[in-house]
């Protein structure tokens, strides 16, 4: 069965606030997790990714979280733009480069003007 | 970053015949890539492995009589499907990474397949 989901289908939020976007996953042997943005009709994009052996990782706007106690990851994008309404899906490597993404159900961010 | 480049982009077929897709990563040699199948509003599901010079490695449920899985170069695999039928509309995204045991995956940008 599918090891990572997703808890809302869809998030609002208004341009220029944050965004938590959530994700539970049930392997606890996955060992590298990853977020992905995809837009309609286009591959998914990498956005950040984080190991196990972290709880905090931070890019650009982007800041992902892994709380491994209780099998969660999440996504802050901050300071939302028209331009990151999309989906996002998070996803983790089973382990080692040979195995494919086991990705979640996704959540479509829609960011109101 | 790295580019992984998918073509067809759109293809329409009849039911009935089979249906290549080509994924080619176009700035470094990819030893393994991965083929995925997302339906409408839903998630991407893994459907194989593709190893350079060795057969694809299929995952539950996928036949691999279905789909055809070539990966004759470090920079070209390709997705076959046999005897489409409508129910294989789908679109299929393929990745790559750069070196076993990379897990950085780069995805191509999606075919997406209609069979009528």
């Known amino acids: 069965g599918e090891s990572v989901g997703l808890h809302l289908p869809t998030l609002s939020v208004q341009e220029g606030d944050n965004s938590i976007i959530n994700c539970a996953y049930s392997n606890s042997a996955s060992d590298y997790f990853i977020w992905y943005k995809q837009e309609s009709g286009k591959g998914p994009q990498f956005i950040i990714d984080?190991?196990?052996?972290?709880d905090k990782r931070q890019g650009q706007r982007v800041t992902v979280l892994l709380n491994k106690t209780v099998k969660h990851l999440s996504l802050q994008i901050a300071a939302t733009q028209p331009g990151d309404s999309a989906v996002y899906f998070c996803a983790e490597n089973r382990g080692g480069g040979a195995d494919g993404l086991t990705f979640g159900k996704g959540t479509h961010l829609i960011i109101q003007p | 970053g790295a580019v992984v480049s998918q073509h067809p982009s759109r293809v329409i077929c009849k039911s009935g015949t089979s249906v290549k897709i080509e994924c080619r990563s176009l700035?470094?040699?990819?030893?393994?890539m991965f083929w995925y199948r997302q339906f409408p509003k839903k998630s991407l599901m893994l459907m194989a492995t593709?190893?350079?010079?060795?057969?694809?490695?299929?995952e539950q449920g996928v036949e691999k009589d279905k789909f055809l899985i070539n990966h004759a170069s470090l920079t070209l695999s390709t997705l076959t499907v046999t005897s489409a039928h409508p129910e294989d509309s789908s679109f299929y995204i393929c990745?790559?990474?750069?070196?076993?045991?990379?897990?950085?995956?780069?995805f191509g940008q999606g075919t997406r397949l209609t069979v009528v």
């Open positions: 593709s190893n350079e010079g060795s057969k694809a490695t299929y």
């Open positions: 984080i190991r196990s052996n972290m």
């Open positions: 700035d470094f040699q990819a030893t393994t």
């Open positions: 990745s790559a990474s750069r070196n076993l045991g990379d897990t950085e995956a780069f």
